[in-house]
Structure formats: structure tokens, C-alpha cells
């Protein structure tokens, strides 16, 4: 396994992410903010623009309104004019006219039509403004009338200020001037216009916003207001925006102005347009809520996203944090842990190596006493040299083991490959066993394939891998048992080597213990006295075949007996005579 420790010089992860998140945090905020002030500028241009559009839309409209309006009064002064040059002035035919004209005239709510005295002659009404001059048989006494007899103007007068049941019902009074034959002054004829046919159809094109209009009339001397549906600070900026106060300076093309300084805090866009042939100003008012109601949605998408992005840093952020402390933690607890299996390795390794100089000469003493080298032993000191001598190569056993681990543990262990016969392996080992097994009255059979292929590894390995299943299969194998050893070629190729018994086995969740170091399922006391194992034997063949590029299998059922095998790739077949084995 290799292990990579971090070096701690180095910026760690978590600083990193909060330092990155940080700058990204920072560009968002930056993207937005630009995006935020240039979108105001841009919702500012389309402002106007939208307001111009429709300041030019609504002065079509007027303008066709009135012009349609003043048709009908061009018409009436006409027909007085032909009336009187031909000497057919008939009073019915001209209410017919005007009954005509006003029917047909949709913004044209009623016509009268006053003599040079100022009586009125005749008058035509709409339904719903039969009360307009109701009784009176003159105009004398309105504005309207000495305007057209003293000035003598011939274009048509705009009148909304001096009647109050004009102004109360929101209508609008134009008028002309009728000249006789001879030039005089022949009276005045008068259309009354219901502003509400302006007012509905600028409602119907600004439906669900807070716009306002206003029309304003300069009669030469004064401007005065048509339609007012603004505040009186507006009124105000509206006639700084014409010029002058209280005069409408001719605007022919739709101009806008945006007002930020005003009492409220409302943000404005005042937008005016003059029509000339009628001395008609146009204003309109558009307001912030309405300009800005997409720029103000778009604000608060890219603030929901910088929140849910700033939140989303600060989480990993935070994880980050704690898998980094997490990652240091462990990582000097494998480092201490390293260094410990290593000490303990190398301290084991030492140990054995200084044990078995004194553990081999107890060894050859015992075995010497035992043959009667120093002399002939009586029944019972033989009996207790035997078992001096057992004792003493179990324990040699126990620390070759030991060494070996320790050796493989620390990576100190090399690989002396080269070409092995397996079948020659086997017999060695049956023979090492053969007089344990013959005592023990189990019978070891060997099942190979003639003309085994050679494999390519550490003969000795090999072998000392055998010789531990085999010697596992011994000890825990009763009288009467079996042990079969085989070795063949696999299906993917590679070489198979298993030694099963019929032994005692184990459960299936013991397995995993069997093959841990020191795990021992069964600690039996062998009927000779001696401990029946170290717990090492299983896990060291399993670290040799890792170290042959191969893997360890252990089956087992308690009861039945356990089979162990050994897998070999099949890289380290050497290519021979494997078409006879039918690979």
C-alpha cells in the first residue's frame, strides 16, 4: 500500500476553497453590480424610449381627435357661409347638419351655433348632456364669444377654465368664428368634446402601469390646461420642460427628461410633443415602478443567486474545513501507526533472529540427551525430553513465522523467481509429512494433471506455502480424515494450487478472523501438549501469493472441512505443453 502524506507547507485544501470561493464570491459581486448599473442606464433608455413611442402614439390620436372635431366646425361656418351667399338660410336644415354631424362624430358630444348678437340659434346634444346651456338663449356673456368677435381669430379656440359645468364634467370646448359675406362677424359655432375619449383610449394603451397625461392649449397669450391628470409638481416641471412658464414652446418631435430630485423621491420620465395647427402640447408621465419593474426582478434573481452560491461556498467551505482537520488527524495517526508497524516489525525481525541462536542449541541438546549422547535417560526423563524437543520446534516454528510476516510486512521481502516444477514441490512436501500423516492415520492424496506446465516465481515461497496448508490441514484433520492437494490450470489461464481436508472447518463468519494476523478460531491444545498454532500460517501464505501477483480463497463449513486456494495469473504460466492439458 502506498501511502502519500501531505506536505503541510503547502496551502491546505480548505484555505484553498475558502480563498477561491472568496474570489468567486468577489467576481459575482462585481458582475453584478456592473450588471445592475448598466442595466439601470439601459432601463433608463428604454424608458424613454417607451414613453416617446407612446407620447407620439397618443399625439396621432389627439391630433386626429381634434382635427376630426374641427372638420365638423369648418363644416358648420361653411355651410353658414353658402347659406347666407345664396339667401337659403334654413334653420331645419342646418339642425338636420348638426344632428347629423354630432351622431356621426363619435367624440363630438354636442353642437351649437350663436348669431352676432350671441343668441343661440340652434343647439344639437348627445344623450347624457342635455343640460349643457339648458335655458339660456345667449352667449353673450362667455369668453368664447368676445374672443372670436374682438380678435377676429380664425382658427379654432380650445375653452375649458371659465364654465364650471364644462370643467365638472371633463369636456373640452372647441370653436370658431363665423364671417359674414362681407367680412363681419357673423356669431360663433361650438363642438363639445368628452375628454374621455382621449383618457379611455391612453388607459387602454398603458393597462397595469402608473402613467399620466396631460394636454395643454397656448391661446397666444396663456397656457392653459385641456386634460390634467398630473400633481402640481408635475405641472411645474412640465413647463420648465416647454420653455417657459406658462407658454408651450412648439416641440414638434417627442423629447424626454428624467427627473431623480423631486419632493416624493419618485423617479419620473417626463416626456413632451407639440402639435403646431392645433397649439396642442402632449405630456406624459412614466414612473420608476413601471421603468424598472424587470430591472428590479433581474436584481433580485442575482441576488438569490449570490445568496444561494454564497451559502453553498460557505457549506463547502465548512466541510472542507473539517475534512481537512479530519485528513491531518489521520494522517498523523497513519504516520504513527506506519512508524509503529514498522518499529514492531523491525523489533520482531530482530527478536527472531536473536531467539533462534539459543533456541537452536536447546534444540540440538535436547535431541542429543534424547539419543542417549550423554548417556541412557530413564522412562520418565525421555518422556520430558520429547517434549522439551517439541516444545523447542514449535516455538522455532512459531519465530520463523514470526520473521517471515515481518519480513513481508515491511516490505523487506524479495521475489527469487524462477522456474518451478510444481509436481516436484509436492512430493517434497508429502515427504516432510508422510510419517505425521501415517501416525495421524490420514490419508494425503495428490490430483494433478500430468505434464504440468512450470510457473514462474520463488520456489520457496511456494513450498513454504504448501507446507503451512498442508500442516493447518494436519492439526485440525482427526483420525480416519483425508487431505487432498491439486494443481491445475484455470479457466482464465492461470495456475490453481488447493489443499482441502475434511477436517473440523469453521463457520462461514470465521473466515475473515482465520485470515487476520494472530486470529485463531480454534485454540485447541494439541493431545501432545503443545499449542495447536500461531494464528500466522494462513495470513502469511496469503501475503506470499499477493507477492506472486495472486490471491489466497478460503472455503470452509463447520463440520465438513476446509478447502484453501491458491491463484497464480496466468502471467507466470510458462508456455509448454498446455495443448495436451486441452488451454
Known sequence: MKVIFYDHKKLPISKLLIVLSGIIILLNCTIITYRAISGHQKAVEIGKADSERLTNILSDHVELTFLAADLTLRRAVERQYFNALFGNNLTEDTYNNFMLWVDETPQISAMLLA??????????????????????????????????????????????????WISDHGLVM??????????????????????????????????????KMALFYENGQESRLLINMLDSSEEGFTAKMLGQQGAAAPVQKAVSMVDRDNPDGLFRIYTVKSIPNLHIAITTVAYG???????????????????????????????ASAMSGQMQRVEKSEKAAITASQAKSEFL????????????????????????????????????????????????????DILEFSRAEAGRMLLKEG????SQVVAEVLRIFAEKAKAEEIKITVNTPKNLPKIRADERKIKQILLNLVSNSLKFTGKGGSINISGFIGNEGGFVMAVADTGIGMAEADIPKALSVFGQVHNQIHKEGT?????????????????????????????????????????????????????
Open 289 to 319: 415602478g413601471d421603468i424598472f419593474a424587470g430591472w428590479r426582478q433581474a436584481r433580485t434573481h442575482d441576488i438569490i443567486f449570490l445568496l444561494i452560491f454564497s451559502a453553498f461556498a460557505g457549506v463547502i467551505c465548512y466541510f
Open 174 to 211: 372647441m370653436s370658431r368664428r363665423i364671417t359674414k359675406i362681407n367680412g363681419a362677424f357673423g356669431g360663433v359655432v361650438l363642438a363639445l368634446v368628452d375628454n374621455k375619449y382621449l383618457t379611455g383610449f391612453f388607459n387602454s394603451v398603458t393597462t397595469g402601469k402608473a402613467e
Open 531 to 583: 499449542h495447536e498454532g500461531t494464528g500466522l500460517g494462513l495470513p502469511l501464505c496469503k501475503m506470499l501469493a499477493e507477492l506472486h501477483g495472486g490471491s489466497l480463497k478460503l472455503e470452509s463449513l463447520e463440520g465438513v472441512g476446509t478447502k484453501v486456494s491458491i491463484f497464480l495469473p496466468k502471467e507466470r504460466v510458462i508456455p509448454g505443453n498446455q495443448e495436451e492439458l486441452g488451454i
Open 419 to 422: 522456474q518451478v516444477d510444481i
Open 115 to 164: 348669431d352676432e348678437n350671441g343668441n343661440i340659434k340652434l343647439i344639437y346634444r348627445k344623450k347624457g348632456y342635455e343640460t349643457w346651456f339648458e335655458g339660456k338663449e345667449s352667449i353673450v356673456d362667455k369668453e368664447i364669444f368676445y374672443i372670436h368677435k374682438d380678435i377676429g381669430d380664425q382658427d379654432v379656440y380650445f375653452d375649458v377654465s371659465k364654465d364650471k
Open 349 to 400: 525481525a530482530n527478536m527472531s533472529h536473536e531467539l533462534r541462536t539459543p533456541l537452536n542449541a536447546i534444540i540440538g541438546f535436547s535431541e542429543m540427551m534424547q539419543g542417549g549422547y550423554f548417556g541412557p535417560l530413564n522412562e520418565k526423563q525421555a518422556d520430558r525430553i520429547h517434549d522439551v524437543t517439541l516444545c523447542g520446534h514449535h516455538l522455532l516454528d512459531l519465530i520463523n
